[in-house]
């Protein structure tokens, strides 16, 4: 059977255990950071890892921690158990892809990035923005990442799913630069 199949089956039943527990406002912030840090290592460093002989306990202890010392939900610690104990450590990743996915989607939520140069006092104002522009389009809540870039200069970049807002002034510098390499080509 597919993996990612397996895998949402999975986030489905630990969606189930989270809204009967009503505890989704406390493991969603933990799936989230764990998702970050197994993100982070290449797919094949990954499912070595999970290949091992680790047990639920170890992974509960490695990822609390990873996440700084703090316990896992109790939710969270069962979910882990249940992927070990059927020998599935491995569909982690696209178990709490799939989780957090179907989490916001039942929660009305959605995910974006917010890209700056640099955070300032002016961040808190264009966060709000966001929030409500979202709100009032998408008639849903706003979770939002703020990363920093120097690289985009200033302005901000803002990434929605398939929605993309860029306002930064390294995209309106390449907009100046096609136009003058344009118009100096006529002229050639």
Do not use: W
């Not at 809540?141 to 970049?157: A, H, K, Q």
């Amino acid at each position: 059977m597919n993996e990612g199949i397996i895998a949402s089956r999975y986030a489905g039943a630990f969606l189930q255990l989270v809204l009967e527990h009503g505890s989704g406002a406390s493991v969603v912030p933990q799936a989230r950071a764990m998702l970050r840090l197994v993100e982070r290592l290449p797919q094949q460093e990954f499912s070595t890892a999970c290949r091992s002989e680790m047990t639920a306990e170890a992974i509960v202890a490695m990822f609390g921690k990873a996440l700084g010392n703090v316990p896992l939900e109790k939710d969270l610690c069962s979910f882990i158990s249940l992927l070990v104990s059927n020998g599935r450590t491995a569909l982690l990743r696209e178990a709490l892809r799939s989780f957090l996915s179907e989490y916001y989607k039942h929660e009305g939520i959605r995910c974006g990035v917010l890209t700056v140069a640099r955070a300032d006092e002016s961040l808190p104002v264009l966060e709000a923005s966001l929030r409500t522009l979202v709100q009032n389009e998408f008639g849903c809540t706003l979770e939002l990442e703020t990363r920093e870039d120097p690289s985009i200069v200033g302005g901000f970049v803002f990434a929605l799913e398939d929605y993309l807002l860029d306002a930064s002034v390294r995209r309106k510098l390449d907009v100046i630069r096609k136009r003058y390499v344009e118009n100096n080509r006529r002229l050639i």
